[in-house]
């Protein structure tokens, strides 16, 4: 069986009070923007990362990692599936919705 390439990553999770959508940085805090993430490109490097991520149980559930790429401006999702959570909760206006 031939495995896939890895492909870059971001570790995703949500925030535990308020259910956001968060990713984690290079500095280990949450993010809600995805393009201050950590862009992982190594395969042994994002799972010591989901590891480090499923530890803080204080602040985040259900970590897990994430396909993404580059951009000029960070970390971007390469499936719809992210690119609709970085938007927020679609049932009506709250959380990241309300401002708009």
């Known amino acids: 069986m031939t495995r896939r390439p890895f492909a870059p990553k971001v570790v995703a999770a949500n925030d ?9 940085t290079e500095e280990d805090t949450w993010t809600r923007d995805m ?4 862009l ?3 395969e042994a490097v994002a ?4 590891l480090f991520a499923l530890g803080q149980a204080n ?3 259900g970590p897990y ?5 580059a951009t000029p401006k960070g970390p971007a999702p390469t499936h719809f599936r992210e690119a609709f ?14 401002g708009e």
């Not at 799972?47 to 989901?50: E, I, K, N, S, V």
């Not at 990692?65 to 790429?69: E, I, N, P, Q, S």
């Open 47 to 50: 799972d010591d990362r989901l």
């Open 85 to 98: 959570r970085m938007r927020g909760p679609s049932n009506y206006p709250h959380g990241k919705q309300a």
């Open 16 to 24: 535990l009070l308020d259910g956001d959508a968060v990713w984690l």
């Open 65 to 69: 990692l994430v396909d993404a790429k």
């Open 35 to 38: 393009g201050e993430a950590e």
């Open 59 to 61: 602040f985040v559930v």
């Open 40 to 42: 992982i490109e190594d």
